[in-house]
T-cell receptor, first 113, second 110 residues
Framework: DVKVTQSSRYLVKRTGEKVFLECVQD?????MFWYRQDPGLGLRLIYF???????EKGDIPEGYSVSREKKERFSLILESASTNQTSMYLC????????????FGDGTRLSIL | GQNIDQPTEMTATEGAIVQINCTYQ??????LFWYQQHAGEAPTFLSY????GLEEKGRFSSFLSRSKGYSYLLLKELQMKDSASYLC???????????FGTGTRLQVTL
């Protein structure tokens, strides 16, 4: 079974802090994704990566950056956290060949105070 | 732009059949996915359609009409554990990205 692991289930940070969310997958998938999920808005793509050191902006990249130094790890960075970034963050991965279902981690519920 | 519509909430009775509709308008089309998400948990993959027609997987079936931009997920013999949100997602053909609808929250009652 594919395993996508997010480093924290719950996280509380303060406005202005730099926040790191980590995601690791164990299936040698090329593609990795970061989403946020908010009530009434569904899943929205922040960034994705289709290879090591490669990244592309999703639909809502403002205020975020990402890092992919190793194939199995994809990090989401909130450069200066703000209260409107309080949300559920979901990481996903999929193989490069299309189309394939994405496999999701359990999510990180992030609160910015 | 991409637009995916699905009902916000539905209620059905245990043992019944329910159909959850999804309509989409996207810049391209390379397949449609259905996911199930229980409260507080990760979405899990249910089904995939890329050609017109019905795909059946046990109690769950999914239908696609590309000419109408329409899909539905059919759940038979409903069980209480089927209470969850059901997410419709389209691959518009841009790499492996998916565009998600806002999800349909299904409540199964006795």
């Amino acid at each position: 079974d594919v395993k996508v692991t997010q480093s924290s289930r719950y996280l509380v940070k303060r406005t202005g802090e730099k926040v790191f969310l980590e995601c690791v997958q164990d299936m040698d998938h090329e593609n990795m994704f970061w989403y946020r999920q908010d009530p009434g808005l569904g899943l929205r793509l922040i960034y994705f990566s289709y290879d090591v050191k490669m990244k592309e902006k999703g639909d809502i990249p403002e205020g975020y950056s990402v890092s992919r130094e190793k194939k199995e790890r994809f990090s989401l960075i909130l450069e200066s956290a703000s209260t409107n970034q309080t949300s559920m963050y979901l990481c996903a991965s999929s193989p490069y060949r299309d189309p394939q279902p994405q496999h999701f981690g359990d999510g990180t519920r992030l609160s910015i105070l | 732009g991409q637009n995916i519509d699905q009902p916000t909430e539905m209620t059905a009775t245990e043992g019944a059949i329910v159909q959850i509709n999804c309509t989409y308008q996207t810049s391209g089309f390379n397949g449609l996915f259905w996911y199930q998400q229980h409260a507080g948990e990760a979405p899990t993959f249910l089904s995939y359609n890329v050609l017109d027609g019905l795909e059946e997987k046990g109690r769950f079936s999914s239908f696609l009409s590309r000419s109408k931009g329409y899909s539905y997920l059919l759940l038979k013999e409903l069980q209480m554990k089927d209470s969850a949100s059901y997410l419709c997602a389209v691959n518009p053909g841009t790499a492996s990205k998916l565009t998600f609808g806002t999800g349909t929250r299904l409540q199964v009652t006795l």
